[in-house]
């Protein structure tokens, strides 16, 4: 599967990608929002072969974002099937962000999940605090659902459904 943006490719993980992934994975303001943990080498290694079993076992997964004229590895977006439900996710490395990247790869990555996936429920957990991903969120045309904490944090459940 490939994927292609102005200025993105988007594809499967491959081992290949492990030493840049843990360098993304390892900026605290990267993790801010997820759960406030960096990577370790070894567990942005688990990561991306998680990715790797999900693309064999589901068609999809969390994908890789490259830029298209550097080819190199700038962050994730994609599906995880997580219990009943189809997550959409992304994160990119901190020196790519405000630059529309977020929204020209998730809304590549969404029409690709409802037209060529066929996902019929899409659903998106979010710090209330993560305004960019809130924006994207909303501009993909996802619906609030209801606030829910993780640890201390207040989270908002999105949810799309085609
Ligand atoms: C969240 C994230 C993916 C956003 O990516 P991005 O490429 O910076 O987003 P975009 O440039 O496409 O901007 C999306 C919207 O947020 C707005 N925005 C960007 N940075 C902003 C900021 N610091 N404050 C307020 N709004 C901001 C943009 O103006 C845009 O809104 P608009 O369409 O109304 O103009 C990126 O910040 C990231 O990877 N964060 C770390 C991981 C993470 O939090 N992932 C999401 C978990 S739910």
Known sequence: MILETK???IGHFTCTDIHMWASIEADPLVRKFVDGKCLSREEAGHYVKMNMDSYAENGFGRF???SKTSKRLIGMCGFL???EEIDFGYRYSAETWGKGIGYEAANKVLN???EHLKLKKICAG???ENIPSIKILEK???EFEKNFFVDQTKAAKYVLAS
């Open 112 to 114: 690709y999940g409802l």
């Open 140 to 142: 993909l045309g996802f």
């Open 7 to 9: 200025r993105l490719i």
């Open 81 to 83: 099937q997580q219990d």
């Open 126 to 128: 979010v710090a209330i």
């Open 64 to 66: 890789a974002v490259r």
